[in-house]
């Protein structure tokens, strides 16, 4: 898990990446609990927690951006 200060230095093509990979990391979470074949419960509530980071620094640079 990423630390908020690391991913707040990303630019917004590699946080992009990186929301786009998580939701479909959660995806697969989701896939595997449904089926039993999840091991790690855990891992769900730390993707989600990601995501949710991702889109507050988005949130804050759009903020930033139509301060200007």
């Given amino acids: 898990m990423a630390k908020f200060k690391e991913l707040s230095e ?3 093509d590699e946080l ?3 929301l786009r ?3 479909q ?3 697969n979470l989701r896939l595997q609990a449904a ?3 999840l ?3 855990a ?3 730390a993707v989600r927690r990601e995501v949710a980071q991702v889109n507050t620094i988005f949130t804050s640079l759009r ?3 139509a301060a200007k």
């Fill in 10 to 12: 990303l630019s917004t």
């Fill in 16 to 18: 992009s990446n990186k």
């Fill in 21 to 23: 990979d998580l939701k």
């Fill in 25 to 27: 990391e959660g995806l």
């Fill in 35 to 37: 089926t039993g074949q």
């Fill in 39 to 41: 091991e790690n419960t």
């Fill in 43 to 45: 891992r769900i509530k």
């Fill in 63 to 65: 903020n930033k951006a």
